[in-house]
């Protein structure tokens, strides 16, 4: 039954944000060259929803910003951990970068991605969790963007020590 409600109640652009992460993760299981915006994109859109997470939420504030902080303060110490700049090459002059094969992007995105459903699926059929779900989606709000920017900073700091390597878009 829960099954069933959670299916037919789901807007079609869930399913194609789905399917989007989904196809990046995928691609991103191998080595392969890419344009900096385009790394640039998934840790953007992240980033941007958590912060939409903490605008959108109404409630007391100062357990609002808490909630969201250690969400953050956790997803800012995992992405910081989770990036090896060493494993990247950068080719400066054609704003291209290298990454290793990893299942790590797939998983990531798609946990976020499926805590936010979970979460906002239970607040809206469950009317007694609802306050409680919503406050753990505020959590993994500031634990999305929070990762991303810790993963963006050290994206940043390797990419600066870097030394120029000569690739080509494959």
Avoid: C, K
Avoid at 10 to 22: D, G, H, K, Q, S
Avoid at 30 to 48: E, Y
């Amino acid at each position: 039954m829960f099954l069933s409600h959670l299916l037919q109640g789901t807007p079609l652009w869930v399913y194609a944000i789905f399917a989007v992460l989904l196809y990046l993760g995928l691609r991103r299981l191998r080595t392969g060259v890419q344009s900096l915006a385009r790394v640039w994109a998934v840790p953007a859109v992240f980033i941007a929803w958590g912060l939409i997470g903490l605008a959108g939420h109404s409630g007391a504030p100062l357990e609002t910003l808490s909630r969201w902080f250690l969400g953050a303060a956790i997803g800012g110490a995992l992405g910081v951990w989770s990036l090896n700049p060493a494993a990247l090459a950068f080719d400066h002059q054609r704003r291209l970068v290298r990454q290793p094969g990893s299942a790590l992007p797939l998983l990531r995105n798609l946990g976020i991605f499926g805590a936010h459903y979970a979460l906002q699926v239970i607040a809206a059929v469950q009317p007694q969790l609802h306050a409680s779900a919503l406050g753990w989606d505020l959590v993994v709000s500031g634990f999305s963007a929070g990762y991303f920017a810790g993963w963006a900073l050290r994206f940043l700091a390797g990419q600066r020590r870097a030394p120029q390597t000569d690739l080509a878009l494959a």
